[in-house]
């Protein structure tokens, strides 16, 4: 990719990326440091960029957007929680009960189930959904990201969300079979 295609591709999906910067952060400048590491990285990788066509290269724009948006609130989270260790003072906490084990062996097991039933999605539903989910982008984003129309968005999304609700409904159900006979 040259100068001028370079050029090109970022006056084409600027604006789209910094709207999904100022979405993720509410932070206007915020948004347009993260934007420009974005593009930074697109220039790193400007070779492998070459031979993508457009569609490719904005859903690998909107891939690195989404990670460098994940990345960023985990640092955020990280000094937040380092600040109110080193500020908060122990003796004035108030005293937290922890859950019982079986809140978190339950929990658990329901990842696990919808990991594994979002591994056996088709992968056009499994981008999708994943571009919603951990990346927050609406049908009409993803679909200009994937260059396929915002109803087909909303029928992946539809349908992903129908087969994990299965999935799930399967495993609770099966829960609450075990459940009654260990009552009995």
Not at 48 to 57: F, T
Not at 65 to 85: E, F, I
Not at 177 to 184: F, H, I, P, S, T
């Amino acid at each position: 990719m040259n100068a001028s295609e370079f050029r090109l591709l970022y006056e084409e999906n600027r604006a789209a990326v910094h709207s999904y910067f100022v979405g993720r952060t509410g932070d206007r400048q915020a948004a347009a440091d993260l934007t420009q590491e974005v593009f930074l990285r697109c220039w790193q990788h400007r070779d492998r960029l070459r031979d993508m066509a457009d569609d490719g290269r904005r859903a690998w724009l909107f891939t690195v957007a989404r990670n460098l948006s994940v990345d960023t609130a985990r640092l955020a989270a990280t000094r937040a929680g380092l600040q109110r260790a080193l500020t908060d003072d122990p003796a004035a906490r108030p005293a937290t009960v922890s859950p019982p084990a079986s809140v978190a062996v339950l929990a658990a097991e329901r990842a696990a189930i919808v990991g594994a039933a979002i591994a056996r999605l088709p992968e056009t539903q499994r981008v999708t959904l994943a571009m919603a989910a951990a990346g927050g982008l609406t049908s009409a984003d993803i679909a200009t990201a994937l260059g396929v129309p915002a109803g087909t968005v909303r029928y992946r999304l539809s349908e992903a969300r129908r087969a994990l609700a299965a999935e799930l409904g399967a495993y609770d159900a099966y829960a609450e079979r075990d459940e009654e006979k260990e009552e009995l």
